[in-house]
């Protein structure tokens, strides 16, 4: 039975909210600093999330209880990403297990989104989990007769990862893209090879495009980071290919 629209995007706001806001949170530290990170940047207060009081302070108020001062990512961020992903996930209608691989990705995406446009991160734990996932869901949607090519999700994947491989020796990306890219290929791979074409297209169009912005506006950075693009060009190409 399809999930109604609006059920889905209320879905993923809360989802977003509840879920996609602390992994955020505790995913944001600076390079050098342990994962996850469970203190707030200004008063080190211990933040858990199991805790009620924590927990409304990372998806409510944002702000520690400790000290009062803000946590966590920008208002309505992590919420907006869930649910516009979710919303389009559900409305593709690419098979239950297709569906669930893309919610799957859509969640831990939004995650990475955030962290390495913030602090230039694509932490392991997350990278790792999203491959599992996804891996499982679409091992379940072969083997269930979904439409699409478990091979060529193999096959793409790794001609994505040959390749970023490549871009990371030439000292173009960083190993972060390199484990990430692989995971976007394997889902664009399954619907085909245009969509796998289109996908890491789109990734390096917005970064180009993120990039240009930055040149304009005079502030030029030497790295930029490339998860964001990719996710939301492999995400936005997934969600109009059957």
């Known amino acids: 039975m399809p999930i109604p629209l609006p059920a889905a995007t209320a879905a993923g706001l809360l989802a977003g909210a509840l879920v996609v806001r602390p992994l955020a949170f505790h995913y944001t530290a600076p390079i050098g600093q342990r994962l996850p990170h469970r203190t707030c940047p200004t008063c080190d207060y211990p933040i858990n999330a199991t805790r009620p009081r924590d ?34 996930a559900v409305a593709t209608g690419g098979g239950t297990w297709v569906t669930a691989a893309q919610l799957w990705l859509t969640l831990i995406g939004a995650v990475l989104v955030i962290t390495d446009a913030s602090v230039r991160r694509l932490p392991d734990h997350l990278t790792a989990t999203a491959a599992a996932g996804t891996g499982l869901l679409l091992t379940t949607a072969a083997a269930t007769g979904s439409p699409g090519s478990l091979t060529r999700a193999a096959v793409a994947a790794a001609v994505a990862g040959a390749a970023f491989l490549l871009l ?29 074409f289109w996908g890491l297209a789109a990734g390096f169009a917005l970064c180009a495009a ?7 506006s005079g502030r030029p950075q030497r790295r930029i980071a490339f998860g964001p693009a990719l996710i939301i060009g492999t995400l936005a190409v997934c969600s109009v290919t059957p």
């Open 210 to 216: 993120h990039a240009t912005a930055l040149l304009a």
């Open 55 to 88: 927990l409304k302070a990372l998806c409510l108020t944002r702000r520690c209880p400790g000290c009062a001062g803000r946590i966590g990512p920008a208002p309505l961020l992590p919420e907006v990403l869930a649910g516009a992903g979710t919303a389009a």
């Open 168 to 196: 990371v020796l030439a000292d173009g990306l960083s190993m972060g893209d390199l484990k990430l890219a692989p995971i976007l290929a394997a889902l664009l791979g399954w619907h085909g090879w245009t969509a796998l």
